[in-house]
């Protein structure tokens, strides 16, 4: 059992930069991968990025390449999301999860309970 809590969303106008967080506590971390999904009102979950805990590779969605960096820090059990260059289309709840796998969808067992992006034009 996995538990995730997520915070440092908020309002930000186009351009800006955001840093979520995500901690993980309960089963043991080093052979999960993290990931972070987004979902707009009215549209499908869609996924971000994801990051393995012990190697630390990472995958990202082609909407955020460049823009978005996933992160982790082993020593204190969290997880990280920088954004940057942020587009009103980035506006979503962001959510973490952990599964076994790094892919770009399936495979994700835990969730946290989101937290709310809103970028500004």
């Known amino acids: 059992q996995v538990q995730l809590v997520e915070s440092g969303g908020g309002l930000v106008q186009a351009g800006g930069s955001l840093r979520l967080s995500c901690a993980v506590s309960?089963?043991?971390?080093?052979?999960?991968?993290m990931g972070w999904f987004r979902q707009a009102p009215g549209k499908e979950r869609e996924f971000v990025a994801a990051?393995?805990?012990?190697?630390?590779?990472?995958l990202y969605a082609a909407s955020v390449k460049g823009r978005f960096t996933i992160s982790r820090d082993n020593t204190k059990n969290m997880v990280y999301l920088q954004m940057n260059s942020l587009k009103p289309e980035d506006t979503a709840g962001y959510y973490c999860?952990?599964?076994?796998?790094?892919?770009?969808?399936?495979?994700?067992?835990?969730w946290g309970q989101g937290t709310q992006v809103t970028v500004s034009s």
């Open positions: 309960g089963r043991t971390l080093s052979s999960y991968v």
């Open positions: 999860a952990a599964g076994r796998r790094l892919s770009a969808g399936a495979g994700y067992d835990y």
């Open positions: 990051i393995s805990w012990s190697a630390g590779t990472t």
